[in-house]
Protein backbone atom coordinates (compact mmCIF):
# COMPACT_ATOMS: atom_id res chain seq x y z
CA UNK A 1 0.00 0.00 0.00
CA UNK A 2 2.77 2.94 0.91
CA UNK A 3 3.93 1.86 -3.34
CA UNK A 4 0.83 2.72 -4.47
CA UNK A 5 0.08 5.87 -2.04
CA UNK A 6 3.70 7.27 -3.45
CA UNK A 7 2.42 6.61 -7.05
CA UNK A 8 -0.87 8.35 -6.42
CA UNK A 9 1.13 11.66 -4.65
CA UNK A 10 3.51 11.33 -7.97
CA UNK A 11 0.35 11.54 -10.42
CA UNK A 12 -0.94 14.58 -8.00
CA UNK A 13 1.94 16.22 -8.79
CA UNK A 14 2.03 15.66 -12.30
CA UNK A 15 -1.50 16.69 -12.71
CA UNK A 16 -0.80 20.23 -11.41
CA UNK A 17 0.75 20.87 -14.65
CA UNK A 18 -1.56 21.97 -16.78
CA UNK A 19 -3.02 24.34 -14.39
CA UNK A 20 0.22 25.75 -13.76
CA UNK A 21 1.11 26.57 -17.29
CA UNK A 22 -2.55 28.00 -17.83
CA UNK A 23 -1.43 30.96 -15.38
CA UNK A 24 2.18 31.54 -17.23
CA UNK A 25 2.64 34.08 -20.21
CA UNK A 26 5.36 32.37 -21.13
CA UNK A 27 6.05 30.17 -24.77
CA UNK A 28 6.19 26.24 -24.35
CA UNK A 29 10.17 26.21 -25.08
CA UNK A 30 10.71 28.29 -22.38
CA UNK A 31 8.39 26.69 -20.03
CA UNK A 32 10.01 23.20 -21.13
CA UNK A 33 13.53 24.81 -20.72
CA UNK A 34 12.89 26.19 -17.61
CA UNK A 35 11.09 23.35 -15.93
CA UNK A 36 13.90 21.13 -17.17
CA UNK A 37 17.08 23.46 -15.53
CA UNK A 38 15.10 23.94 -11.99
CA UNK A 39 14.37 20.21 -12.24
CA UNK A 40 17.83 19.50 -13.18
CA UNK A 41 19.03 21.47 -10.19
CA UNK A 42 16.88 20.16 -7.74
CA UNK A 43 18.03 16.92 -8.25
CA UNK A 44 21.41 17.87 -7.87
CA UNK A 45 21.73 19.44 -4.73
CA UNK A 46 19.46 16.70 -3.20
CA UNK A 47 20.81 13.81 -4.66
CA UNK A 48 24.89 14.36 -5.42
CA UNK A 49 25.28 11.25 -6.15
CA UNK A 50 22.75 10.75 -9.03
CA UNK A 51 25.72 12.51 -10.85
CA UNK A 52 27.56 9.59 -11.07
CA UNK A 53 27.45 5.80 -12.64
CA UNK A 54 25.87 6.54 -15.39
CA UNK A 55 25.52 3.13 -16.78
CA UNK A 56 23.48 2.40 -20.29
CA UNK A 57 20.19 1.51 -18.38
CA UNK A 58 19.98 5.40 -17.32
CA UNK A 59 21.10 7.35 -20.41
CA UNK A 60 18.06 4.71 -22.43
CA UNK A 61 15.60 6.21 -19.64
CA UNK A 62 17.25 9.95 -19.81
CA UNK A 63 16.36 9.91 -23.42
CA UNK A 64 13.38 8.57 -23.11
CA UNK A 65 11.72 10.87 -20.83
CA UNK A 66 13.74 14.14 -22.82
CA UNK A 67 11.77 12.64 -25.81
CA UNK A 68 8.34 12.31 -23.62
CA UNK A 69 8.22 15.78 -22.35
CA UNK A 70 9.47 16.80 -26.53
CA UNK A 71 7.35 14.94 -28.25
CA UNK A 72 4.06 16.10 -26.15
CA UNK A 73 5.05 19.79 -26.85
CA UNK A 74 5.07 19.50 -30.36
CA UNK A 75 1.87 16.89 -30.29
CA UNK A 76 -0.08 19.98 -28.93
CA UNK A 77 1.22 21.86 -30.94
CA UNK A 78 0.08 19.72 -34.23
CA UNK A 79 -3.10 18.47 -33.06
CA UNK A 80 -5.33 18.93 -30.22
CA UNK A 81 -4.79 18.69 -26.31
CA UNK A 82 -7.72 15.99 -26.33
CA UNK A 83 -6.02 14.06 -28.89
CA UNK A 84 -2.09 14.45 -27.64
CA UNK A 85 -3.17 13.89 -23.98
CA UNK A 86 -5.07 11.05 -24.58
CA UNK A 87 -3.09 9.19 -26.91
CA UNK A 88 -0.14 9.77 -24.84
CA UNK A 89 -2.03 7.59 -21.91
CA UNK A 90 -2.08 4.61 -23.69
CA UNK A 91 1.55 3.91 -22.53
CA UNK A 92 0.27 1.22 -19.95
CA UNK A 93 -0.48 -0.74 -23.04
CA UNK A 94 3.01 -0.42 -23.99
CA UNK A 95 4.19 -1.40 -20.84
CA UNK A 96 1.71 -4.27 -20.68
CA UNK A 97 3.41 -5.75 -23.68
CA UNK A 98 7.32 -4.59 -22.96
CA UNK A 99 6.66 -5.91 -18.77
CA UNK A 100 7.79 -9.52 -19.92
CA UNK A 101 10.60 -8.81 -22.32
CA UNK A 102 12.24 -5.96 -19.72
CA UNK A 103 10.91 -7.38 -16.55
CA UNK A 104 10.32 -10.51 -16.59
CA UNK A 105 6.81 -9.58 -15.79
CA UNK A 106 3.47 -10.60 -16.70
CA UNK A 107 0.05 -8.31 -16.17
CA UNK A 108 -2.14 -9.95 -13.93
CA UNK A 109 -5.87 -10.58 -14.11
CA UNK A 110 -6.82 -7.59 -12.19
CA UNK A 111 -4.41 -5.20 -14.02
CA UNK A 112 -5.57 -6.90 -17.68
CA UNK A 113 -9.26 -6.25 -16.22
CA UNK A 114 -8.65 -2.54 -15.78
CA UNK A 115 -6.27 -1.38 -18.34
CA UNK A 116 -9.60 -0.77 -21.09
CA UNK A 117 -11.48 0.36 -18.18
CA UNK A 118 -8.70 2.92 -17.68
CA UNK A 119 -8.54 3.79 -21.18
CA UNK A 120 -12.20 4.52 -22.13
CA UNK A 121 -12.34 6.63 -18.39
CA UNK A 122 -9.49 8.72 -19.82
CA UNK A 123 -11.13 8.77 -23.00
CA UNK A 124 -14.28 10.22 -21.59
CA UNK A 125 -12.41 13.43 -20.19
CA UNK A 126 -10.98 14.52 -23.71
CA UNK A 127 -14.06 13.65 -25.82
CA UNK A 128 -14.82 16.75 -26.33
CA UNK A 129 -11.90 17.82 -27.69
CA UNK A 130 -11.01 14.24 -29.50
CA UNK A 131 -11.07 14.49 -33.52
CA UNK A 132 -9.19 13.38 -36.78
CA UNK A 133 -6.86 16.23 -35.77
CA UNK A 134 -3.25 16.16 -37.31
CA UNK A 135 -1.98 12.88 -38.64
CA UNK A 136 2.11 14.23 -37.65
CA UNK A 137 0.80 15.38 -34.13
CA UNK A 138 -1.68 12.47 -33.00
CA UNK A 139 2.01 10.30 -34.80
CA UNK A 140 3.82 12.13 -32.30
CA UNK A 141 2.01 12.02 -29.33
CA UNK A 142 1.81 7.86 -29.89
CA UNK A 143 5.23 8.20 -29.92
CA UNK A 144 5.34 9.97 -26.57
CA UNK A 145 3.18 7.33 -25.19
CA UNK A 146 5.78 4.71 -26.15
CA UNK A 147 8.72 6.93 -25.09
CA UNK A 148 6.57 7.66 -21.59
CA UNK A 149 6.04 3.59 -21.56
CA UNK A 150 10.06 2.80 -21.81
CA UNK A 151 10.35 5.81 -18.82
CA UNK A 152 7.93 3.87 -16.80
CA UNK A 153 9.71 0.57 -17.36
CA UNK A 154 13.09 1.67 -16.98
CA UNK A 155 12.27 3.65 -13.22
CA UNK A 156 10.96 0.02 -12.24
CA UNK A 157 14.25 -1.51 -13.73
CA UNK A 158 16.72 0.92 -11.89
CA UNK A 159 17.09 1.19 -8.65
CA UNK A 160 16.28 4.71 -6.33
CA UNK A 161 19.27 6.43 -7.28
CA UNK A 162 19.58 5.16 -10.88
CA UNK A 163 15.89 6.40 -11.63
CA UNK A 164 17.06 9.79 -10.42
CA UNK A 165 19.90 9.63 -12.32
CA UNK A 166 18.14 8.94 -15.26
CA UNK A 167 15.61 11.98 -14.21
CA UNK A 168 18.53 14.08 -14.08
CA UNK A 169 19.96 12.69 -17.71
CA UNK A 170 16.61 13.48 -19.17
CA UNK A 171 16.81 17.12 -17.96
CA UNK A 172 19.84 17.67 -18.71
CA UNK A 173 19.10 16.48 -22.58
CA UNK A 174 16.22 19.07 -23.06
CA UNK A 175 18.33 21.77 -21.48
CA UNK A 176 21.16 21.07 -24.32
CA UNK A 177 18.16 20.58 -27.08
CA UNK A 178 15.38 23.45 -25.96
CA UNK A 179 17.08 25.87 -24.20
CA UNK A 180 18.44 27.43 -27.44
CA UNK A 181 14.74 27.77 -28.22
CA UNK A 182 13.56 29.40 -25.61
CA UNK A 183 15.99 32.18 -25.63
CA UNK A 184 13.72 34.00 -27.65
CA UNK A 185 10.56 34.77 -26.20
CA UNK A 186 8.44 36.91 -24.15
CA UNK A 187 10.30 38.72 -20.73
CA UNK A 188 9.11 36.73 -17.69
CA UNK A 189 6.84 38.05 -15.45
CA UNK A 190 6.91 37.50 -11.05
CA UNK A 191 4.21 35.28 -11.74
CA UNK A 192 5.85 32.85 -14.47
CA UNK A 193 8.93 33.04 -12.54
CA UNK A 194 6.71 30.70 -9.59
CA UNK A 195 5.29 28.92 -12.52
CA UNK A 196 8.41 27.65 -13.61
CA UNK A 197 9.92 27.10 -9.86
CA UNK A 198 6.42 24.71 -9.38
CA UNK A 199 7.10 23.11 -12.72
CA UNK A 200 10.54 21.66 -11.82
CA UNK A 201 10.65 21.49 -8.43
CA UNK A 202 7.17 19.79 -7.90
CA UNK A 203 5.57 18.63 -10.82
CA UNK A 204 8.87 17.05 -12.62
CA UNK A 205 11.54 16.90 -9.63
CA UNK A 206 9.34 16.11 -6.78
CA UNK A 207 6.77 13.47 -8.72
CA UNK A 208 9.89 11.83 -9.99
CA UNK A 209 11.09 10.99 -6.50
CA UNK A 210 8.17 9.73 -5.34
CA UNK A 211 7.42 7.66 -8.14
CA UNK A 212 10.88 5.93 -8.22
CA UNK A 213 10.61 5.48 -4.49
CA UNK A 214 7.05 3.91 -5.20
CA UNK A 215 7.80 1.63 -7.85
CA UNK A 216 10.13 -0.71 -5.86
CA UNK A 217 7.00 -2.00 -4.23
CA UNK A 218 4.74 -2.42 -7.54
CA UNK A 219 4.72 -4.34 -10.67
CA UNK A 220 5.46 -1.57 -13.84
CA UNK A 221 2.03 -2.22 -14.80
CA UNK A 222 0.58 -1.45 -11.64
CA UNK A 223 2.63 1.84 -11.33
CA UNK A 224 1.60 2.46 -14.86
CA UNK A 225 -2.32 2.22 -14.15
CA UNK A 226 -1.74 4.35 -10.92
CA UNK A 227 -0.83 7.43 -13.03
CA UNK A 228 -3.93 7.20 -15.00
CA UNK A 229 -4.93 9.44 -11.49
CA UNK A 230 -2.78 12.02 -13.26
CA UNK A 231 -5.77 12.86 -16.31
CA UNK A 232 -8.39 12.67 -13.09
CA UNK A 233 -6.67 15.88 -11.13
CA UNK A 234 -5.46 17.73 -14.09
CA UNK A 235 -9.18 18.90 -14.50
CA UNK A 236 -9.84 19.53 -11.26
CA UNK A 237 -6.69 21.78 -10.30
CA UNK A 238 -7.52 23.46 -14.21
CA UNK A 239 -11.22 24.10 -12.78
CA UNK A 240 -9.66 25.40 -9.39
CA UNK A 241 -6.89 27.73 -10.86
CA UNK A 242 -8.77 29.41 -13.75
CA UNK A 243 -12.21 28.44 -13.46
CA UNK A 244 -12.61 25.28 -16.05
CA UNK A 245 -15.82 23.41 -15.84
CA UNK A 246 -16.02 19.67 -15.47
CA UNK A 247 -18.31 17.88 -17.89
CA UNK A 248 -20.62 14.93 -16.96
CA UNK A 249 -18.40 12.63 -18.89
CA UNK A 250 -14.88 13.92 -17.48
CA UNK A 251 -16.83 13.00 -13.74
CA UNK A 252 -18.02 9.40 -15.66
CA UNK A 253 -14.67 8.68 -16.51
CA UNK A 254 -12.84 9.70 -13.24
CA UNK A 255 -15.08 7.39 -11.45
CA UNK A 256 -14.27 4.50 -14.07
CA UNK A 257 -10.21 5.08 -13.38
CA UNK A 258 -10.51 5.59 -9.42
CA UNK A 259 -13.30 3.19 -9.45
CA UNK A 260 -10.81 0.50 -11.48
CA UNK A 261 -7.69 1.77 -9.02
CA UNK A 262 -9.92 0.82 -5.95
CA UNK A 263 -11.00 -2.88 -7.21
CA UNK A 264 -7.91 -3.75 -8.65
CA UNK A 265 -5.80 -2.75 -5.16
CA UNK A 266 -9.12 -4.61 -3.11
CA UNK A 267 -8.82 -7.58 -5.79
CA UNK A 268 -4.59 -7.80 -5.73
CA UNK A 269 -5.08 -7.40 -1.76
CA UNK A 270 -7.25 -10.07 -1.27
CA UNK A 271 -5.61 -12.52 -3.46
CA UNK A 272 -2.73 -12.05 -1.45
CA UNK A 273 -4.40 -13.39 1.73
CA UNK A 274 -5.39 -16.45 -0.18
CA UNK A 275 -1.86 -17.24 -1.07
CA UNK A 276 -1.20 -16.06 2.29
Given at each position: ???????????????????????????????V?????????????????????????????????????????????????????????????????????????????A???????????C???????????????????????????????????????????A???????????????????????????????????????????L?????????????????????????????????????????V????????????????????????
Amino acid sequence: MSGRLLIAAAALLWSTGGAAVKLSSLGGTQLVAGRAIVAGLVLLVLFPKARRGWNRDVWIAGAAYAATCTLFIFANTLTTAGNAIFLQNIAPAWVMLMSPWLLNERATFAERVTLPISIVGCLLFFVDDVSAGSMLGNGLAVGASFSYATVLLFYRRLDVMGGIAATLCGNLMICVFVLPFALDGPTPAPIDYAVVFHLGAVQQAGAAILYVRGIRELSAMEGALLVYLEPVMSPVWAFLAVGERLTPLAIVGGALIVGGAVWRTWYTTRAARRVG
